[in-house]
T-cell receptor
Framework: DAGVIQSPRHEVTEMGQEVTLRCKPI?????LFWYRQTMMRGLELLIY????????DSGMPEDRFSAKMPNASFSTLKIQPSEPRDSAVYFC??????????????FGPGTRLTVL | GQSLEQPSEVTAVEGAIVQINCTYQ??????LSWYQQHDGGAPTFLSY????GLEETGRFSSFLSRSDSYGYLLLQELQMKDSASYFC?????????????FGTGTRLLVSP
């Protein structure tokens, strides 16, 4: 069974460019999370969705960041315009609401973003 | 708000036992999770405590004391492959049962 899939795995771009990160959650999972990980700030939750609806976007740093989930099997995180301080590893994770006991989150391999 | 504290780094030798502590402050606490992350990899679930006491999964165990707002991860019979970062994360009734807030992580270095 495929895990969470993210693309691209690596992205190098120049300041001011638009960046789009993509995620396919595990089939059947109804929660999707976007995280950003840096040495300085650790693992931060940016936004999460339940049944394709954004529930909490309080972690989104600023208006340059936006996320969508048009259907149950696809989500995007967009940064426009990108800045060097956006350089980080971005993880997507999914979970199943029926797993109420543990709420285990399954992480994708991450996208390493470098903004020059 | 929510806050978690973990040691930044722990070192140990192969075959030893190591304990990684986590203290938390959160309203509406619901449970404590532990995740492992190898360098360059993604976090993976290790253990969860919703109730006080010890949960055992092979060489790994996790403990929770709600009254002390404290938990720990115990790794026994350490192996080189256990060198990784370990994160505690809290669930809260106030922020939705599925949302996790992660600590800053503890880097474990296992030496021969």
């Amino acid at each position: 069974d495929a895990g969470v899939i993210q693309s691209p795995r690596h992205e190098v771009t120049e300041m001011g460019q638009e960046v789009t990160l993509r995620c396919k959650p595990i089939s059947g999972h109804d929660y999707l999370f976007w995280y950003r990980q840096t040495m300085m700030r650790g693992l931060e939750l940016l936004i999460y969705f339940n049944n394709n609806v954004p529930i909490d976007d309080s972690g989104m740093p600023e208006d340059r960041f936006s996320a969508k989930m048009p259907n149950a099997s696809f989500s995007t995180l967009k940064i426009q315009p990108s800045e060097p301080r956006d350089s980080a590893v971005y993880f997507c994770a999914s979970s199943l609401s029926e797993d109420r006991a543990r709420a285990t989150q399954y992480f994708g391999p991450g996208t390493r973003l470098t903004v020059l | 708000g929510q806050s978690l504290e973990q040691p930044s780094e722990v070192t140990a030798v192969e075959g030893a036992i190591v304990q990684i502590n986590c203290t938390y402050q959160t309203s509406g606490f619901y449970g404590l999770s532990w995740y492992q992350q190898h360098d360059g990899g993604a976090p993976t679930f290790l253990s969860y405590n919703g109730l006080d006491g010890l949960e055992e999964t092979g060489r790994f165990s996790s403990f929770l004391s709600r009254s002390d707002s404290y938990g720990y991860l115990l790794l026994q019979e350490l192996q080189m492959k256990d060198s990784a970062s370990y994160f505690c994360a809290v669930r809260s009734e106030n922020t939705g049962f599925q949302k996790l807030v992660f600590g800053t992580g503890t880097r474990l270095l296992v030496s021969p």
